[in-house]
């Protein structure tokens, strides 16, 4: 079996997705392999993640029908029987799988088996394969019943708007034209709580737009700020120098 098409098999079979026919293909080809059976791993740790990643929610009901619409227009995989060689010798005949990679397959099932059972965070879970965690994250936020925002200017430069929402403890700053800074230092994000500043996570601003999420620990009243710091953060866990930017979050 090819290693690409035990790909397909693995991510169908971390998903339930498989039918009778090819679990056993997969079955045997994990048993013929050891080594596959670290792949197979992977998908299903995928998967779990993207389950415990979502909330049920109720889907639109154009979902399920513009899914449909999209597979019936979409080529699915062919099976061909591969030609006898040169010479009149007799091959056994050998399936090829054709169509979608791998990949591509397992987000389509990833959003058909999740969209029988979370509805919404079906598309939600496809999304996480490909785009920016922090992009997600400001997708979930911006769909909370409690969504905020704030903005502000940036010292030497450049704006921030914060996006957050308490309910889901979750916070993302969208920046534009941040200053340039040097290449050994990071801008480092910190919960201020009165006197207190925690750590949030450090980012990059190599793009004129750059989106940061913040890591987990929000709470409600917290002043978000960025600060300018060696690269991988402050040594001692506090900000050492001022921040360019600071938005309250009340």
Not at 124 to 144: K, W
Not at 183 to 192: K, M, N, P, S, T
């Amino acid at each position: 079996m090819r290693e690409r098409d035990f790909e397909e098999l693995a991510a169908g079979h971390a998903l339930n997705a498989l039918s009778p026919e090819d679990e056993r293909a997969y079955r045997d080809a994990v048993a013929s392999d050891a080594a596959r059976a670290d792949l197979a791993e992977a998908d299903v740790e995928t998967a779990a993640l993207l389950a415990d990643a979502t909330s049920p929610v109720t889907p639109p009901d154009r979902i399920r029908a513009e899914l449909l619409a999209r597979i019936a227009t979409t080529p699915q995989h062919a099976e061909t029987t591969s030609p006898a060689p040169a010479g009149g010798a007799t091959a056994p005949d050998e399936p090829t799988r054709r169509g979608w990679g791998p990949r591509a397959w397992f987000a389509l099932a990833a959003s058909l088996v999740l969209l029988g059972g979370g509805g919404a965070a079906a598309i939600i879970a496809t999304q996480s394969l490909t785009r920016p965690a922090a992009v997600v994250a400001l997708d979930r936020i911006e769909s909370a019943p409690d969504a905020r925002s704030a903005g502000a200017e940036v010292a030497g430069g450049g704006a921030a708007t914060l996006h957050w929402s308490v309910e889901l403890g979750a916070a993302v700053l969208v920046s534009r034209d941040l200053p340039e800074i040097a290449a050994d230092r990071q801008f480092e994000l910190w919960y201020v709580r009165g006197d207190e500043a925690i750590p949030a996570g450090v980012f990059d601003a190599s793009a004129e737009t750059t989106t940061a999420l913040l890591e987990e620990g929000m709470r409600p009243g917290d002043v978000i700020a960025v600060t300018v710091e060696p690269h991988g953060g402050s040594p001692d866990g506090r900000p050492s120098t001022d921040p360019i930017v600071a938005i309250p979050t009340e």
